[in-house]
Nanobody
Framework: QLVESGGGLVQAADSLRLACAAS????????VGWFRQAPGKERSFVAA???????DYADSVKGRFTTFRDNAKNTVYLQMNSLKPEDTAVYSC????????????????????WGQGTQVTVSS
């Protein structure tokens, strides 16, 4: 089971840190992705981190968002800085056991486990 937390309402240029916690799994063995869905839009890739710690980011968030692990807490984080109103969406984490590389890391169907999502709202 994956549980996201950390969403909320912030102003433009603020920061938020989302957490994705796993229960019953050794999260360090998984590739974890972050996706978001804005109202009226398709869900889209945001960021991912694989077992080796390699990361990938959507162009729209590069330089502003960072994903990283805390294996001791069995948690993956998404640090979001310089937030913009267009970042407003429901953010979900997803996981797949093992190492994922290449274009698969940004593809929804790669992932087997999904969290319930957390709302992030950025006001202008």
């Amino acid at each position: 089971q994956l549980v996201e937390s950390g969403g909320g309402l912030v102003q433009a240029a603020d920061s938020l840190r989302l957490a994705c916690a796993a229960s019953g799994r050794t999260f360090s063995l998984y590739t974890v992705g972050w996706f978001r869905q804005a109202p009226g839009k398709e869900r889209s890739f945001v960021a991912a981190i694989n077992r080796s710690g390699n990361t990938d980011y959507a162009d729209s968030v590069k330089g502003r968002f960072t994903t990283f692990r805390d294996n001791a807490k069995n948690t993956v984080y998404l640090q979001m800085n310089s937030l913009k109103p267009e970042d407003t969406a429901v953010y979900s984490c997803a996981a797949r056991f093992g190492q994922v590389t290449g274009t698969g890391i940004s593809t929804e169907r790669t992932y087997d486990y999904w969290g319930q999502g957390t709302q992030v709202t950025v006001s202008s």
